[in-house]
């Protein structure tokens, strides 16, 4: 049964998640939106979405662009844990591992190192 859980709380935690992130790869984000959202409309068992131009791979044609997205699917996320200890790991997973894309690092690298 998918954990309850209201739409503030479940921000908090991405927040927190968020915070998590070391401060010398954080003030390397940039042009950044963090969204959060129920579901993927094309793929509902999608965890977290990032959408964008990664960092290695953005040269002098890239400003101006409009923000990268970073998605993360709430009600997905809700679905697959029992408890709310649960979710709160499973957010910092799926932040950490769409960043992580953000970075240039791609699914067979991050599936390596524990993060998949």
Same mark, same amino acid.
């Given at each position: 049964?998918?954990? &309850?859980? &209201?739409?503030? %709380? ?15 790869? &954080? %003030?390397?984000?940039? !042009? ?7 579901? !993927?409309?094309?793929?509902? /068992?999608?965890?977290?979405? @990032? ?6 791979? %953005?040269?002098? /044609? @890239? =400003? ?8 993360? @699917? ?27 894309? @953000?970075? =240039?690092?791609?699914?067979? %690298?991050? /599936? ?5």
């Amino acid at each position: 049964m998918p954990v &309850s859980m &209201s739409e503030t %709380r479940f921000e908090e935690l991405v927040g927190d998640a968020l915070d998590l992130i070391p401060p010398e790869l &954080s %003030r390397a984000i940039d !042009n950044v939106v963090v969204l959060i959202e129920p579901r !993927n409309p094309d793929d509902p /068992h999608l965890l977290g979405l @990032y959408h964008g131009i990664a960092l290695t791979e %953005r040269d002098s /044609h @890239y =400003g101006g662009s409009l923000p990268d997205t970073i998605t993360v @699917y709430r009600d997905a996320l809700l679905s697959i844990c029992a408890d709310e200890d649960e979710v709160v790991e499973e957010v910092r997973i799926t932040v950490i591992h769409e960043i992580a894309h @953000y970075f =240039g690092i791609d699914e067979a %690298r991050l /599936h390596q190192l524990g993060w998949g």
